[in-house]
């Protein structure tokens, strides 16, 4: 597609279940980003994917979050056992290459609701 | 790690006015961008600028790196203006950008 693509848009979830959320980045883009937007508060950093590689998982708030890449392409962010606190918009960006955020563009979001 | 302060937090202005968003930061950095995040929740890049002046249509950036501060500056506001204006810095040594908590422009007709 033409832009940076995610699934679902809303998500409502009970705490404790699982849930997937998925970023399909622009065709050709090396480097992908997770950032959780909590209501009100800038993007804070969950982890970057180079090609199917995560060299930094270090926003990974708890090991009940795991994401990965396949292909080059489309990323999954994983939260397990879900708490209220995981509430928030998940927002993906992707960019040609790392070290160019020039490049970079976000996704709309997939907004998770925590009941 | 790095702090990065946006001011004010809050801003509503008339259609036509003139604003003028800063961003403090606490540390040497990288890179410095502006995004513009939408009533609609999509963020598009405003600016990419890690030092000097640039300036695209109504708004203007300028960075000094050494004092660690940037501003944003947009004149003649439209309400298609509004939004959350966000500041994001790369501290170097990751490739992540760090962001402040945003400043929300109101533009009313």
């Known amino acids: 597609g033409a832009g940076v693509s995610q699934s679902p848009s809303n998500k409502v979830t009970e705490k404790g279940k699982d849930v997937e959320l998925r970023c399909d980045p622009i065709s050709g883009h090396t480097a992908l980003y997770w950032y959780r937007q909590r209501l009100g508060q800038g993007l804070e950093f969950l982890i970057y994917?180079?090609?199917?590689?995560?060299?930094?998982k270090s926003g990974l708030p708890s090991d009940r979050f795991s994401a990965e890449r396949t292909g080059e392409s489309v990323s999954t962010l994983t939260i397990q056992r879900t708490q209220q606190e995981d509430s928030a918009v998940y927002l993906c960006?992707?960019?040609?290459?790392?070290?160019?955020?020039?490049?970079?563009?976000f996704g709309q979001g997939t907004r998770l609701t925590v009941v | 790690g790095i702090q990065v302060e946006q001011s004010p937090p809050d801003l509503i202005l008339q259609e036509g006015a003139n604003s003028t968003l800063r961003c403090n930061f606490s540390d040497s950095v990288n890179n410095l961008q502006w995004f513009h995040q939408n009533p609609w929740g999509q963020l598009i890049n405003l600016f990419y600028i890690p030092s000097g002046t640039k300036q695209n249509g109504r708004l203007s950036a300028t960075t000094v790196a050494t004092e660690r501060y940037s501003l944003l500056y947009i004149s003649s506001s439209q309400t298609t203006d509004s939004g959350v204006y966000f500041c994001?810095?790369?501290?170097?040594?990751?490739?992540?950008?760090?962001f402040g908590k945003g400043m929300k422009l109101t533009v009313n007709p």
């Open positions: 994917f180079q090609g199917n590689s995560a060299p930094d």
């Open positions: 960006a992707s960019s040609l290459n790392p070290f160019v955020w020039l490049n970079a563009f």
């Open positions: 994001a810095v790369d501290p170097g040594g990751s490739e992540k950008l760090v």
